[in-house]
Protein backbone atom coordinates (compact mmCIF):
# COMPACT_ATOMS: atom_id res chain seq x y z
CA UNK A 1 0.00 0.00 0.00
CA UNK A 2 1.31 3.05 -0.95
CA UNK A 3 -0.43 5.61 1.64
CA UNK A 4 -0.22 8.73 -0.77
CA UNK A 5 -2.79 11.50 -0.49
CA UNK A 6 -4.37 13.07 -3.62
CA UNK A 7 -5.81 16.00 -3.60
CA UNK A 8 -8.14 18.05 -6.13
CA UNK A 9 -5.08 18.66 -8.58
CA UNK A 10 -4.62 15.18 -8.93
CA UNK A 11 -8.65 14.59 -10.25
CA UNK A 12 -7.73 17.91 -12.70
CA UNK A 13 -4.48 16.42 -13.99
CA UNK A 14 -6.49 12.81 -14.30
CA UNK A 15 -9.07 14.83 -16.54
CA UNK A 16 -6.79 16.71 -18.54
CA UNK A 17 -4.57 13.70 -19.49
CA UNK A 18 -7.51 11.44 -20.13
CA UNK A 19 -9.92 14.15 -21.88
CA UNK A 20 -6.87 16.72 -22.83
CA UNK A 21 -8.72 19.74 -21.84
CA UNK A 22 -5.94 22.74 -20.25
CA UNK A 23 -5.10 22.30 -16.68
CA UNK A 24 -7.32 25.38 -16.12
CA UNK A 25 -10.37 24.11 -17.53
CA UNK A 26 -9.75 20.66 -15.97
CA UNK A 27 -9.91 22.30 -11.53
CA UNK A 28 -12.89 23.92 -13.01
CA UNK A 29 -14.25 21.47 -14.11
CA UNK A 30 -13.54 19.39 -11.14
CA UNK A 31 -15.00 21.73 -8.99
CA UNK A 32 -18.24 22.08 -10.78
CA UNK A 33 -18.55 18.58 -10.42
CA UNK A 34 -18.13 18.84 -6.79
CA UNK A 35 -20.07 21.95 -6.51
CA UNK A 36 -23.41 20.40 -8.23
CA UNK A 37 -22.83 17.04 -6.13
CA UNK A 38 -22.70 19.11 -2.96
CA UNK A 39 -25.57 21.68 -4.03
CA UNK A 40 -27.59 18.30 -4.72
CA UNK A 41 -26.88 17.39 -1.32
CA UNK A 42 -27.37 20.19 0.53
CA UNK A 43 -31.30 20.59 -0.96
CA UNK A 44 -31.68 17.12 0.44
CA UNK A 45 -31.58 15.08 -3.13
CA UNK A 46 -29.37 11.76 -2.65
CA UNK A 47 -26.47 11.62 -5.26
CA UNK A 48 -26.09 8.33 -7.35
CA UNK A 49 -23.26 7.48 -9.27
CA UNK A 50 -23.45 4.27 -10.65
CA UNK A 51 -20.38 2.10 -10.60
CA UNK A 52 -19.32 4.48 -8.05
CA UNK A 53 -21.63 5.02 -4.78
CA UNK A 54 -24.56 6.68 -3.56
CA UNK A 55 -24.60 9.88 -1.15
CA UNK A 56 -27.66 10.17 1.32
CA UNK A 57 -28.55 12.87 3.46
CA UNK A 58 -30.03 11.33 6.60
CA UNK A 59 -31.78 13.26 9.53
CA UNK A 60 -30.54 12.72 12.94
CA UNK A 61 -32.88 13.40 16.01
CA UNK A 62 -31.54 15.63 18.91
CA UNK A 63 -30.98 13.86 21.90
CA UNK A 64 -28.49 14.18 25.08
CA UNK A 65 -24.68 13.57 24.84
CA UNK A 66 -22.06 13.25 27.67
CA UNK A 67 -18.84 14.83 27.57
CA UNK A 68 -16.49 11.71 27.81
CA UNK A 69 -14.43 12.97 29.82
CA UNK A 70 -16.69 15.53 32.20
CA UNK A 71 -19.56 13.11 32.23
CA UNK A 72 -21.22 16.55 31.47
CA UNK A 73 -24.36 16.29 29.59
CA UNK A 74 -25.22 18.43 26.55
CA UNK A 75 -27.60 18.87 24.67
CA UNK A 76 -27.31 17.62 20.66
CA UNK A 77 -29.71 19.11 18.37
CA UNK A 78 -31.31 17.49 15.07
CA UNK A 79 -29.21 17.65 12.40
CA UNK A 80 -28.51 16.03 8.79
CA UNK A 81 -25.24 13.89 8.06
CA UNK A 82 -24.05 12.75 5.32
CA UNK A 83 -23.49 8.89 4.42
CA UNK A 84 -21.77 7.28 1.39
CA UNK A 85 -22.75 4.05 0.32
CA UNK A 86 -20.28 2.53 -1.60
CA UNK A 87 -21.04 0.37 -4.85
CA UNK A 88 -20.59 -3.30 -5.29
CA UNK A 89 -17.95 -2.47 -8.23
CA UNK A 90 -15.88 0.04 -6.06
CA UNK A 91 -15.95 -2.36 -3.06
CA UNK A 92 -14.17 -5.20 -5.67
CA UNK A 93 -11.73 -3.13 -7.20
CA UNK A 94 -10.58 -2.02 -3.95
CA UNK A 95 -10.02 -5.24 -3.15
CA UNK A 96 -8.64 -6.46 -6.61
CA UNK A 97 -10.96 -8.47 -7.85
CA UNK A 98 -12.95 -8.05 -11.65
CA UNK A 99 -16.07 -5.66 -11.96
CA UNK A 100 -19.35 -6.54 -10.28
CA UNK A 101 -22.81 -5.70 -10.06
CA UNK A 102 -23.74 -1.99 -12.00
CA UNK A 103 -25.23 -0.23 -8.87
CA UNK B 1 -29.59 13.38 -8.30
CA UNK B 2 -27.99 10.48 -10.65
CA UNK B 3 -24.80 10.82 -12.81
CA UNK B 4 -26.48 11.45 -16.32
CA UNK B 5 -28.27 14.60 -14.41
CA UNK B 6 -25.06 15.73 -13.22
CA UNK B 7 -23.41 15.20 -16.42
CA UNK B 8 -26.65 17.39 -18.12
CA UNK B 9 -26.20 20.03 -15.46
CA UNK B 10 -22.51 20.56 -16.44
CA UNK B 11 -22.99 20.36 -20.16
CA UNK B 12 -25.62 22.67 -19.95
CA UNK B 13 -22.52 25.06 -18.43
CA UNK B 14 -20.60 24.44 -20.41
CA UNK B 15 -21.43 24.69 -24.09
CA UNK B 16 -18.33 24.24 -25.58
CA UNK B 17 -18.45 20.91 -24.42
CA UNK B 18 -19.54 18.11 -26.08
CA UNK B 19 -21.77 15.85 -23.95
CA UNK B 20 -19.70 12.91 -24.53
CA UNK B 21 -17.10 14.68 -23.70
CA UNK B 22 -18.93 15.78 -20.38
CA UNK B 23 -19.55 12.69 -19.25
CA UNK B 24 -15.71 11.43 -20.13
CA UNK B 25 -14.77 14.00 -17.42
CA UNK B 26 -17.11 12.86 -14.81
CA UNK B 27 -15.74 9.45 -15.25
CA UNK B 28 -12.88 10.54 -15.52
CA UNK B 29 -12.80 11.95 -11.76
CA UNK B 30 -14.75 8.73 -10.42
CA UNK B 31 -12.69 6.33 -12.12
CA UNK B 32 -9.36 8.20 -10.79
CA UNK B 33 -10.81 8.27 -7.27
CA UNK B 34 -11.60 4.26 -6.89
CA UNK B 35 -7.73 4.09 -8.85
CA UNK B 36 -6.25 5.89 -5.85
CA UNK B 37 -7.99 4.22 -3.29
CA UNK B 38 -7.58 0.50 -5.11
CA UNK B 39 -3.88 1.41 -4.40
CA UNK B 40 -4.82 2.14 -0.61
CA UNK B 41 -4.27 5.94 -1.53
CA UNK B 42 -6.36 8.83 0.37
CA UNK B 43 -8.37 11.19 -1.82
CA UNK B 44 -8.94 14.16 0.28
CA UNK B 45 -11.28 17.43 -1.54
CA UNK B 46 -11.23 19.91 0.59
CA UNK B 47 -14.42 21.66 1.64
CA UNK B 48 -15.90 18.07 0.03
CA UNK B 49 -14.87 15.52 2.43
CA UNK B 50 -12.38 12.26 2.10
CA UNK B 51 -12.21 9.03 0.48
CA UNK B 52 -9.62 6.37 2.14
CA UNK B 53 -9.57 2.59 2.59
CA UNK B 54 -9.95 1.13 6.21
CA UNK B 55 -8.69 -2.71 6.68
CA UNK B 56 -11.27 -5.35 7.58
CA UNK B 57 -9.66 -8.35 9.83
CA UNK B 58 -10.98 -11.46 8.41
CA UNK B 59 -13.54 -13.25 10.97
CA UNK B 60 -16.21 -15.44 11.64
CA UNK B 61 -19.39 -15.22 9.95
CA UNK B 62 -23.19 -16.56 10.27
CA UNK B 63 -25.55 -17.47 7.36
CA UNK B 64 -28.44 -15.73 9.05
CA UNK B 65 -30.72 -17.70 7.32
CA UNK B 66 -29.18 -21.31 8.41
CA UNK B 67 -26.96 -20.34 11.42
CA UNK B 68 -24.25 -21.97 9.56
CA UNK B 69 -20.23 -20.35 10.21
CA UNK B 70 -18.93 -19.25 7.09
CA UNK B 71 -15.34 -17.53 6.92
CA UNK B 72 -15.19 -14.10 5.84
CA UNK B 73 -11.91 -13.52 4.50
CA UNK B 74 -9.83 -9.98 5.18
CA UNK B 75 -10.86 -7.25 2.90
CA UNK B 76 -10.19 -3.25 2.37
CA UNK B 77 -13.60 -1.20 2.26
CA UNK B 78 -14.11 2.41 1.22
CA UNK B 79 -14.64 4.82 3.69
CA UNK B 80 -15.92 8.45 3.11
CA UNK B 81 -15.62 11.42 6.13
CA UNK B 82 -17.81 14.47 5.10
CA UNK B 83 -15.37 17.32 5.33
CA UNK B 84 -16.20 20.39 7.25
CA UNK B 85 -17.40 22.44 4.94
CA UNK B 86 -20.13 20.65 3.67
CA UNK B 87 -21.06 19.28 7.08
CA UNK B 88 -21.78 22.97 7.67
CA UNK B 89 -23.66 23.50 4.41
CA UNK B 90 -26.42 20.74 5.22
CA UNK B 91 -26.95 22.11 8.55
CA UNK B 92 -26.64 26.27 8.11
CA UNK B 93 -26.95 27.77 11.94
CA UNK B 94 -30.19 29.17 12.28
Same mark, same amino acid.
Given at each position: ??????????????????????????????????????????????????????????????????????????????????????????????????????? | ??????????????????????? &???? #? $?????? @????????? =? *? !??????????????????? &???? #? $?????? @????????? =? *? !????????
Amino acid at each position: MAGKTLTRADLSEAVHRQVGLSRTESAELVKSILDRVTDALEAGQSVKLSSFGTFMVRSKGGRVGRNPKTGEEVPITPRRVLVFRPSQVMKNQINGLEGGDED | MIKSELVDQIAEKNPHLYHRDVE &RIVN #A $VLDEIV @RAMSEGDRV =E *L !RGFGAFSVKSRQARTGRNP &RTGS #A $VEVSAK @RVPFFKTGK =E *L !RERLNPKA
